[in-house]
């Protein structure tokens, strides 16, 4: 009996460990270090619709960005949408400052209360993971500042966008998605 009965089991945990070795990573599995030095698990953010972004303070884009972004976080955040902040240097270096200067900055300038992430790397070998797995998933690898990655409820690249795209431009895509939301959550009460 015990013949019949061990390489089936064996079966069965070598089936079950093979099913979670290839669950499709999303971006709500990356933990991530936030501007104030606290690890933090996007899980976290699991259910609502998200906006990644890498930000820059002395870019041209800097201005129209974060006051757009945090208009978004305004309207649609914190229980159904986030704005997702990743600082940045890699492009024109053009966010010099240290973590704890670009959170000042950018909540004393732009009232941001969006999540701000420490300052990473966003392309080449030295790349965050978070923005390995976006480059991957959307296809579209950042060349500047502020390039705008939507993620779905689920954690899946939904689109990405350039800096020349504007947020405005975006808004009604997001505004839908947090509509179906609240439409789903309605539905189940």
């Known amino acids: 009996l015990l013949s019949v009965m061990l390489p089936r089991a064996l079966a069965v945990l070598i089936t079950l460990f093979s099913l979670t070795e290839s669950k499709q990573k999303d971006l709500y599995t990356f933990k991530v270090v936030n501007s104030r030095g606290k690890l933090v698990s996007l899980e976290k953010y699991r259910g609502s619709v998200s906006l990644v972004v890498n930000v820059a303070s002395e870019c041209g884009f800097t201005e129209e960005h974060y006051k757009d972004l945090q208009q978004l976080q305004r309207d649609f955040g914190p229980y159904h949408f986030n704005v997702l902040a ?54 579209k690898e950042p060349d500047w500042n502020f390039w705008k990655y939507l993620i779905d409820v689920n954690g899946k690249v939904v689109d990405a966008w350039g800096p020349k795209v504007s947020v405005k431009e975006i808004r009604p895509k997001i505004a839908e998605m947090v509509r179906q939301i609240i439409l789903k959550k309605k539905e189940e009460l």
């Open 86 to 139: 990743f600082p940045c240097n890699q492009f024109g270096q053009q966010e010099p400052g240290s973590d704890k200067e670009i959170d000042s900055f950018v909540r004393r300038v732009y009232g941001v209360s969006f999540p701000l992430f420490s300052k990473i790397a966003v392309v080449g070998t030295g790349a965050n993971n978070v923005y390995k797995y976006l480059v991957e998933s959307a296809g």
